[in-house]
C-alpha cells in the first residue's frame, strides 16, 4: 500500500454510498491507520429512524436533517480531538453533503464514493445479520443517490486493502 502521509489527507474524510457497500469496514481501518477517529453515522440515528427503516420505510428528507445536524456537530467537535476523523455516512444526495461540509473547504473534507453494482451491494446486504437495514430499502437508496464531480468515486469490487490503496492515491 502507497504511503500517503497524514499532512496530505483532510481533517475529515466521509465514506459514502449506499447501504452495505462497506462504509464502516473501510472508514474504521482508514482512521486506525492515521490514528485518527472513526464514527458511524448510523449511531447517530434516533430510534425513530431506525424504527422506521427496520420497518422497510424510507427516510424522508425532514427525517434525515436533524441527524445530519449531529452530523455536522460531531464533525466540529472531533476536529480539534483528533488528526483525522472519518465518518462512514450514506450522504447520498447532495443537499446531505452540503449540511455534512458546510462552509468546509475542500483541503478540510473530502467525500469517498465506494461505488459498486446493485447486484453486488444486495448480495452483501443480505449476507448481514441483526442489521436494522433491510435489502428491501437498497433501491430507495440507489434512487437518491446523485453523483457529483466533487466525490471520489472507488470501486468496492476489490480488496479492503486496495480500495484503501485507491483512496490513499487521491491524496498523494
Request: proline residues 6%; hydrophobic residues 35%; aromatic residues 6%.
Amino acid at each position: 500500500m502507497s504511503e500517503t502521509p497524514l499532512h496530505r489527507l483532510p481533517r475529515t474524510l466521509i465514506i459514502m454510498g449506499v447501504c452495505g457497500c462497506g462504509k464502516s469496514l473501510i472508514g474504521s481501518r482508514l482512521a486506525e491507520r492515521f490514528g485518527g477517529h472513526f464514527d458511524d453515522a448510523d449511531d447517530f440515528h434516533s430510534s425513530a429512524n431506525k424504527d422506521k427503516m427496520r420497518a422497510g420505510i424510507p427516510l424522508t428528507d425532514e427525517d434525515r436533517w436533524p441527524w445530519y445536524a449531529s452530523l455536522r456537530a460531531r464533525i466540529e467537535e472531533k476536529r480539534g480531538q483528533t488528526p483525522l476523523h472519518v465518518l462512514a455516512c450514506s450522504a447520498l444526495k447532495a443537499s446531505y453533503r452540503d449540511r455534512l461540509s458546510s462552509s468546509d473547504e475542500p483541503s478540510e473534507i473530502a467525500f469517498i464514493h465506494l461505488k459498486g453494482t446493485r447486484e453486488v451491494i444486495h448480495a452483501r446486504m443480505s449476507a448481514r445479520k441483526d442489521h436494522y437495514m433491510p435489502p428491501t430499502l437498497l433501491d430507495s437508496q440507489f434512487a437518491i443517490l446523485e453523483e457529483t464531480p466533487d466525490l471520489i468515486s472507488v470501486s468496492l469490487d476489490q480488496t479492503p486493502e486496495a480500495i484503501q490503496s485507491s483512496i490513499l492515491a487521491a491524496f498523494s
